[in-house]
């Protein structure tokens, strides 16, 4: 069966400090993978998505950046964090095309001070 | 985009009614989804209808589509204090899927 896994669950950083948060998937190849963010009574805001290895597609201008370095590994980064980065980040994995259903990982929850 | 708004924001009701949540989109789509969040917790995903399918069943959950309305519904029957959550549609195309801000249920015991 397939699992995905995010970590860290929780994370308070300051203003101005590095990011990086780590979505891994098992138990399928090839993933299609997303990054979503959650601000507080917000709806899920689509970040990136991936369909391989190296391709990442950026859907808001913003201050994070995202990398797929292995088939099943799915990192989002920041250089320096801002208050406007706080919120709950969640990734997910589908197989194929966006048209199937969308498996959650647990989340992450980041307060930026 | 094939994003989906609900209808309403928020909903509460007893335990036992019958929950009705609206959606709507404004693009074609390949299919409908619906997805479920408990407080602090990912996604889960409930069920999809496609576009060629006007009704479907899993459970206590009835889903319409109409797509010449650019509409669906999710009926939760006999709810449950358990039911409790967000809830998102979303249309899927060829395009990520794009959630909106979701229904929010509270079901009172």
């Known amino acids: 069966s397939q699992t995905i896994h995010q970590w860290p669950a929780t994370l308070v950083q300051p203003v101005g400090s590095p990011l990086s948060l780590e979505c891994t998937v098992e138990?399928?190849?090839?993933?299609?993978l997303y990054w979503y963010r959650q601000a507080a009574g917000r709806g899920l805001q689509l970040l990136f998505y991936?369909?391989?290895?190296?391709?990442i597609s950026s859907e808001v201008p913003q201050n994070l950046s995202a990398s797929r370095p292995q088939d099943r590994q799915f990192i989002l980064s920041s250089k320096k964090l801002l208050l406007s980065d706080s919120g709950f980040y969640l990734c997910?994995?589908?197989?194929?095309?966006?048209?199937?259903?969308?498996?959650f990982g647990p989340g992450t929850r980041l307060t930026v001070l | 985009s094939q994003q989906g708004e609900e209808d309403p924001q928020a909903l509460s009701i007893q335990e036992g009614e019958n929950a009705t949540m609206n959606c709507s989109y404004k693009?074609?789509?390949?299919?409908l989804q619906w997805y479920r969040q408990n407080s602090g917790r990912g996604l889960v995903h409930l069920i999809l209808?496609?576009?060629?399918?006007r009704e479907k069943h899993s459970g206590r959950l009835r889903v319409t589509l109409d797509t010449s309305k650019k509409s669906s519904s999710l009926l939760i029957t006999a709810s449950r204090a358990a039911d409790t959550a967000s809830y998102f549609c979303?249309?899927?195309?060829?395009?990520?899927?794009?959630f909106g801000k979701g229904t929010r249920l509270s079901v009172i015991a």
């Open positions: 997910a994995w589908s197989w194929g095309t966006s048209n199937n259903e969308q498996f």
């Open positions: 979303v249309g899927s195309g060829n395009t990520p899927l794009v």
């Open positions: 693009t074609s789509i390949n299919n």
């Open positions: 991936s369909v391989g290895i190296g391709q």
């Open positions: 138990g399928t190849s090839n993933p299609n």
């Open positions: 209808i496609r576009s060629n399918e």
